[in-house]
């Protein structure tokens, strides 16, 4: 199994991400000037604050030259995970559904959270349990997800609600307390906590490893 | 051309700056002031303003969450103050 990790200017967890996939694989930085993804197995866009979030958090990376070639690999089924910016910038690509909006307190928040596995088409969730919850870290100002009320429905229909914050864990304030959504097909998912800062004890948790390990399955 | 383009969250979707300048002026005395909405400008020259429309549906909107207004004296909206 081989993870590409992007690398924009302006992200700052793609090393963490590195060293979880790691654990589960091989994993390689991509730049975000790369036009060739050099056969990996899955892609992980990660957290920061790619090109300064100007004009609006994740426009700017949406448009860099690895990108395209993100998306056409996840149109061919290529498994793709946004954490956090990574998130954001899946969403302004229009690989997700929905925006990411200011959280309701407009403050930068920093804390644990609890996630409930929710049964889902996602790919990036198979080697946890329906019902089970991850508690992992979530760091950001800019992380309430929001999408049309008929979206919403859909998603909830059609399978691609993959994470949401247990009850009293919602603290930015997303519709239906989504915490992570997957495309039509499960390949594609994105969530604004991080499980890659969670994949060992002496940080407290290792929740986030399952998440890893999905993708692992999926490639194996 | 000059152009300027405002952004604004679309109707209907909870703005959280806006709601927070709407608590933030009675506090300091501006009493009577509803309907707050912080949004962004956007100021550019461009040769052919006939494509600043798609500028902001690809870029400088997210249209699934921001309604945008092109100002430009070709558009006989205001320009400049």
């Known amino acids: 199994?081989?993870?590409?990790?992007?690398?924009?200017?302006?992200?700052?967890?793609?090393?963490?991400?590195?060293?979880?996939?790691?654990?589960?694989?091989?994993?390689?930085?991509?730049?975000?000037?790369?036009?060739?993804?050099?056969?990996?197995?899955?892609?992980?866009?990660?957290?920061?604050?790619?090109y300064g979030d100007y004009l609006r958090v994740g426009a700017i990376a949406r448009?860099?030259?690895?990108?395209?070639?993100?998306?056409?690999?996840?149109?061919?089924?290529?498994?793709?995970?946004?954490?956090?910016?990574?998130?954001?910038?899946?969403?302004?690509?229009?690989?997700?559904?929905?925006?990411?909006?200011?959280?309701?307190?407009?403050?930068?928040?920093?804390?644990?959270?609890?996630?409930?596995?929710?049964?889902?088409?996602?790919?990036w969730t198979r080697a946890c349990d329906a019902g089970e919850v991850l508690s992992v870290p979530a760091k950001h100002t800019t992380g309430r997800f929001w999408a049309s009320e008929p979206v919403l429905d859909e998603l909830e229909e059609g399978g691609q609600v993959a994470l949401r914050y247990a009850p009293g864990h919602n603290f930015n304030g997303s519709a239906r307390d989504i915490a992570a959504v997957c495309n039509h097909a499960g390949n594609v998912m994105g969530l604004m906590p991080h499980p890659e800062h969670a994949v060992d004890l002496l940080t407290g948790s290792d929740d986030g490893l399952p998440i890893f390990q999905s993708a692992a399955r999926v490639g194996a | 051309?000059?152009?300027?383009?405002?952004?604004?969250?679309?109707?209907?979707?909870?703005?959280?700056?806006?709601?927070?300048?709407?608590?933030?002026?009675?506090?300091l005395g501006f009493d009577g002031v509803r309907n707050v909405h912080v949004g962004r400008l956007v100021e550019l020259d461009v040769e052919d303003p006939a494509r600043v429309p798609q500028m902001c549906e690809r870029l400088l909107a997210n249209p699934l969450i921001e309604d945008y207004e092109i100002q430009s004296p070709h558009a006989g909206a205001p320009a400049s103050p």
């Open chain 2, 1 to 27: 051309m000059r152009v300027r383009v405002l952004i604004r969250p679309k109707a209907g979707i909870l703005d959280a700056q806006g709601q927070t300048v709407e608590r933030a002026l009675p506090a």
């Open chain 1, 1 to 50: 199994m081989n993870f590409g990790i992007v690398r924009f200017p302006g992200s700052c967890d793609e090393t963490d991400a590195l060293l979880a996939a790691r654990l589960v694989g091989d994993a390689r930085i991509l730049w975000h000037t790369d036009r060739d993804l050099g056969g990996i197995d899955a892609v992980i866009i990660p957290g920061g604050f790619s």
């Open chain 1, 63 to 123: 448009f860099s030259p690895v990108m395209e070639e993100i998306e056409t690999f996840a149109g061919h089924g290529g498994l793709v995970l946004g954490i956090c910016n990574g998130f954001q910038v899946l969403c302004e690509a229009g690989l997700l559904p929905g925006a990411l909006l200011p959280n309701t307190s407009l403050r930068f928040t920093c804390r644990q959270v609890e996630l409930e596995v929710a049964e889902s088409r996602s790919l």
